[in-house]
């Protein structure tokens, strides 16, 4: 499976990642290598086999909806880039 | 009292509990001797001196009052992508460089309430994604036995550490073989428990369904020991299973008359280096002389795709998980833009490294529109063929025996360049973890004065087993005991 450059651009758009000319290409060519590598799986056969999210039988854990106290708002702010009030302040997200 | 950094837990422990050593006199020597080397094997992305001096002062509080469990004022090394209040929590990571974390880990909580003493944060991988350290974004951790050599990862500066005496003993966290691999690769104990077993609140998360915390350890009754404390339920990871935790020492006898080994033969890759084979068979041969039934002819025949399933799976898990780093919350935050996407953008494209890039991009790629059921879905069917290949061999063995990987600790720079040639060090790792089931590194011999790592591998919850062959096979070689000198 070979990447192209366009195909790259495309997944680090949906990643919201950005990336230089200079990524593309090197990116092109190892995820290109990867992705032959990933080929082996056609010849698993794997019909009618469901698949396994995860490897223990444990499912569905529920707790009751009750109100807790949280961690105080300025501690969790405290690693905030930029903060205005009680909120995290971002740049317009509607232009 | 000289050299008290050497000691294991147990002998830490017994110093202490008799009051021939305080905390503060082993947790000061620990420290002076890892400040002392920290220069040439640069395991501590920080050394937390002050921290760990008053944490000694309340072990050795505790210890007058009558409170000594066998971690009390023991001083460790945590790997650096686990939360601990007001101590930075890197992840290796540009992106989290600065970041404080306003609450403990689960595995932190349960070390504080038993007066552990923690004296810096290791050095990881980015992320957790390598093999080697090489992908820290601060520094690369060198092989205590070789220096110019890896000391493995992702935990390699937790293994480094354990293996140069620099601390008593480390936790690191396996999400494709991060504590067995490096464990391997520097002559250490590296435990990675049953998925399930030791919760994960407050791990920088890297693949949900994988990731798993563990010991590492200078000998298998010390790895006993840490899981003691580690293990059980906590209701913020809703994965951990309520299950009671055993005392894991009383399973620490050298007796294995009668146990079922099995040995997979699709672990002895092609590839792999010869005198690693020969190291793991005469191991084997060993477990045979103890009393242990061996089947050398054993096969779990999807091994093969191991490999590809995992670096679908938790790149996959990872491009989900690494999306929260938006410079909105905490982390690097890009800021010389008034687009939101432009700053979304560059604070992934200035905060992520190119391994961490590279996983992101092809978890991405797996689970996007038209990829999905070729890769993704067929991934996690194929991670079902991979864990009934376990599931059946635990119906005839108690534990099956491989290397913990193919070749000795690489050069550095050795690999760097070549992601695939990369992966491959963890192909005898990875598919543990794709099934769940616990597994242990410990040594096993030499290769041109470099640790060669054995692999135990249990079925789920059978940590007992792995621990007790471990130890039979560890009371009867002297690879524990060798250390290596630093230049």
Request: net charge neutral; aromatic share 8%; with cysteine.
């Given at each position: 499976?070979?990447?192209?450059?366009?195909e790259?651009?495309?997944?680090?758009?949906?990643?919201?990642?950005?990336?230089?000319?200079?990524?593309?290409e090197?990116?092109?060519?190892?995820?290109?290598?990867i992705?032959?590598?990933?080929?082996?799986?056609?010849q698993?056969?794997t019909?009618?086999?469901?698949?396994?999210?995860?490897?223990?039988?444990?499912?569905?854990?529920?707790?009751?909806?009750?109100?807790?106290?949280?961690?105080?708002?300025d501690?969790?702010?405290?690693?905030?880039?930029d903060?205005?009030?009680?909120?995290?302040?971002?740049?317009?997200?509607?232009e | 009292?000289?050299?008290?950094?050497r000691?294991?837990?147990?002998?830490?422990?017994?110093?202490?509990?008799?009051?021939?050593?305080?905390?503060?006199?082993?947790?000061?020597?620990?420290?002076?001797?890892?400040?002392s080397?920290?220069?040439?094997?640069?395991?501590?992305?920080?050394?937390?001196?002050?921290?760990?001096?008053?944490?000694?002062?309340?072990?050795?509080?505790?210890?007058?009052?009558?409170?000594?469990?066998?971690?009390?004022?023991?001083?460790?090394?945590?790997?650096?992508?686990?939360?601990?209040?007001?101590?930075?929590?890197?992840?290796?990571?540009?992106?989290?460089?600065?970041?404080?974390?306003?609450?403990?880990?689960?595995?932190?909580?349960?070390?504080?309430?038993?007066n552990?003493?923690?004296i810096?944060?290791?050095?990881?991988?980015?992320f957790?994604?390598?093999?080697?350290?090489?992908?820290?974004?601060?520094?690369?951790?060198?092989?205590?036995?070789?220096?110019?050599?890896v000391?493995?990862?992702?935990?390699?500066?937790?293994?480094?550490?354990?293996?140069?005496?620099?601390?008593?003993y480390?936790?690191?966290?396996?999400?494709g073989?991060?504590?067995?691999?490096?464990?391997?690769?520097?002559?250490?104990?590296?435990?990675?428990?049953?998925?399930g077993?030791?919760?994960?609140?407050g791990?920088?998360?890297?693949?949900?369904?994988?990731?798993?915390?563990?010991?590492?350890?200078?000998?298998?009754?010390?790895?006993?020991?840490?899981?003691?404390?580690?293990?059980?339920?906590?209701?913020?990871?809703?994965t951990?299973?309520?299950?009671?935790?055993?005392d894991?020492?009383?399973?620490l006898?050298?007796?294995?008359?009668?146990?079922?080994?099995?040995?997979?033969?699709?672990?002895?890759?092609?590839?792999?280096?010869?005198?690693?084979?020969q190291?793991?068979?005469?191991?084997?041969?060993?477990?045979?002389e103890l009393?242990?039934?061996?089947?050398?002819?054993?096969?779990l025949?999807?091994?093969?795709?191991?490999?590809?399933?995992?670096?679908?799976l938790?790149?996959?898990?990872?491009s989900?998980?690494?999306?929260?780093?938006?410079?909105?919350?905490y982390?690097?935050?890009?800021?010389?833009?008034?687009?939101?996407?432009?700053?979304?953008?560059?604070?992934?494209?200035?905060?992520?490294?190119?391994e961490?890039?590279?996983r992101?991009?092809?978890?991405?790629?797996?689970?996007?529109?038209?990829?999905?059921?070729?890769?993704?879905?067929?991934?996690?069917?194929?991670?079902?063929?991979?864990k009934?290949?376990?599931?059946?061999?635990?119906?005839?063995?108690?534990?099956?025996v491989?290397?913990?990987?193919?070749?000795?600790?690489f050069?550095?720079?050795?690999?760097a360049d070549?992601?695939?040639?990369?992966?491959?060090?963890?192909?005898?790792?990875?598919?543990?973890?794709?099934?769940g089931?616990?597994?242990?590194?410990?040594?096993?011999?030499?290769?041109?004065?470099?640790?060669?790592?054995?692999?135990?591998?249990?079925k789920?919850?059978?940590?007992?087993?792995?621990?007790?062959?471990?130890?039979?096979?560890e009371?009867?070689t002297?690879?524990?005991?060798?250390?290596?000198?630093i230049?």
């Open positions: 499976m070979k990447l192209t450059d366009k790259v651009r495309h997944i680090a758009l949906l990643a919201r990642l950005g990336i230089s000319d200079s990524e593309v090197k990116f092109r060519e190892q995820l290109s290598n992705l032959e590598n990933f080929d082996i799986l056609s698993a056969d019909e009618g086999l469901p698949p396994t999210a995860q490897s223990i039988t444990l499912e569905n854990i529920y707790r009751p909806d009750e109100t807790k106290p949280s961690l105080p708002v501690e969790v702010l405290a690693n905030a880039p903060r205005e009030g009680n909120s995290f302040k971002v740049n317009a997200v509607l | 009292m000289n050299d008290l950094h000691l294991t837990i147990h002998e830490s422990h017994e110093l202490l509990k008799n009051k021939k050593v305080s905390s503060v006199e082993l947790t000061r020597a620990t420290l002076k001797y890892l400040e080397i920290d220069g040439k094997i640069r395991v501590c992305i920080r050394i937390t001196a002050e921290h760990a001096l008053e944490r000694a002062k309340s072990a050795d509080k505790a210890i007058a009052e009558g409170k000594c469990s066998p971690l009390t004022g023991v001083p460790l090394i945590i790997k650096d992508n686990m939360c601990t209040r007001g101590v930075t929590t890197t992840c290796g990571s540009k992106m989290l460089e600065n970041f404080v974390p306003p609450y403990n880990a689960h595995v932190i909580e349960k070390l504080t309430s038993v552990a003493v923690m810096g944060k290791a050095n990881m991988d980015e957790a994604m390598g093999s080697s350290t090489e992908n820290s974004a601060f520094f690369t951790t060198h092989n205590p036995w070789k220096l110019d050599c000391p493995g990862g992702s935990s390699g500066g937790s293994a480094a550490a354990v293996a140069a005496d620099a601390c008593i480390a936790l690191g966290s396996d999400t073989g991060s504590i067995r691999q490096p464990a391997g690769f520097c002559g250490v104990v590296g435990l990675k428990p049953t998925y077993r030791v919760s994960r609140f791990l920088v998360a890297f693949a949900s369904s994988l990731d798993q915390i563990g010991p590492l350890a200078k000998d298998v009754t010390d790895a006993a020991l840490v899981m003691n404390v580690i293990s059980g339920h906590d209701k913020r990871d809703s951990t299973v309520p299950l009671d935790v055993p894991y020492t009383s399973a006898k050298p007796d294995i008359k009668g146990l079922r080994v099995g040995v997979p033969r699709e672990y002895l890759v092609e590839g792999m280096q010869p005198a690693v084979r190291a793991i068979e005469a191991a084997v041969k060993q477990l045979e009393g242990a039934s061996i089947d050398w002819n054993v096969s025949p999807n091994t093969r795709y191991g490999l590809a399933a995992y670096y679908i938790a790149p996959s898990e990872a989900a998980n690494l999306a929260r780093y938006d410079g909105v919350k982390g690097y935050s890009y800021r010389d833009s008034t687009s939101m996407w432009e700053s979304m953008e560059k604070t992934k494209q200035y905060g992520f490294g190119a961490v890039k590279r992101i991009m092809l978890g991405t790629y797996a689970l996007s529109a038209g990829y999905y059921d070729a890769y993704y879905l067929k991934a996690q069917k194929v991670r079902t063929l991979i009934r290949d376990f599931d059946r061999a635990f119906e005839t063995y108690d534990v099956l491989t290397p913990t990987s193919p070749t000795v600790a050069k550095i720079g050795e690999k070549d992601p695939v040639q990369m992966y491959l060090s963890d192909v005898c790792t990875l598919p543990i973890n794709i099934a089931v616990p597994a242990i590194s410990i040594p096993a011999g030499f290769v041109d004065g470099l640790p060669v790592g054995m692999q135990f591998i249990g789920h919850f059978g940590e007992e087993t792995l621990l007790r062959t471990a130890y039979a096979y009371q009867a002297p690879w524990h005991k060798q250390k290596p000198t230049a």
